[in-house]
C-alpha cells in the first residue's frame, strides 16, 4: 500500500474501512463538546477483530480537553494491552449537522498514535474524511506526522 490512498466515495473503501468509519460516526454522538460544538469519534479494530471507540471530551480549561483519537488509544491499552491496533478511523461533525465535517488528528494525537505504532512495533492504517467526498486512507500513523519524536530522541 502507498504511504496514502484517496477515495472519492465513503463506498470505494473496504467493508473493514467502512464499518470503522460507522463506529466513530457513532461514538461521535458520545462527544462532550460544549464548547467548540466539534463532535469527533474514533473507532480501532484490534488483531482478533475487537472494535474499540472513543469520542473527545472538552472541559472549560481547554488544556484538559482530550481528543477522541487519545481516549481510544488509552482505553486499548488499558483494556486490550497485549493486542495489536490494526486499523483506526476518524469522524467529525458539527452539534446539530448530519453530515460529516472534515477532519484530520491534532498534532498530539499524531505523536501518540505513532507512539502505539512503536510500541507495537508495527503501523496501523487511519482512515478520514479530508475533505467533502474525499476519504484518505494512511498506511500508517507515523505518515501524518514524517519527523516525529521517538524514544530514541531522548537518548545518545
Not at 477515495?7 to 464548547?35: G, Q, R
Not at 481547554?62 to 488509544?73: D, K, N, S, T, W
Amino acid at each position: 500500500m502507498k504511504e496514502f490512498e484517496i477515495f472519492y466515495d465513503i463506498e470505494e473503501l473496504d467493508n473493514e474501512s467502512k464499518y470503522l468509519v460507522h463506529k466513530a460516526k457513532e461514538a461521535a454522538n458520545f462527544a462532550y463538546a460544549p464548547y467548540s460544538k466539534f463532535h469527533v469519534g474514533a473507532a480501532i479494530m484490534l488483531e482478533d477483530g475487537t472494535v474499540l471507540t472513543g469520542s473527545n471530551q472538552e472541559n472549560a480549561s481547554y488544556p484538559l480537553c482530550i481528543c477522541a483519537e487519545r481516549v481510544v488509544l488509552y482505553t486499548a491499552a488499558t483494556q486490550h494491552p497485549e493486542k495489536q491496533i490494526m486499523k483506526m478511523a476518524i469522524s467529525a461533525h458539527r452539534k446539530n449537522h448530519k453530515e460529516l465535517s472534515p477532519a484530520s488528528s491534532c498534532g498530539a494525537c499524531r505523536q501518540v498514535m505513532s507512539e502505539f505504532e512503536e510500541r507495537q512495533n508495527k503501523p496501523f492504517e487511519v482512515i478520514f474524511l479530508k475533505s467533502k467526498n474525499e476519504w484518505i486512507k494512511c498506511a500508517s500513523a507515523e505518515s501524518l506526522l514524517p519527523f516525529v519524536f521517538k524514544r530514541n530522541n531522548l537518548h545518545e
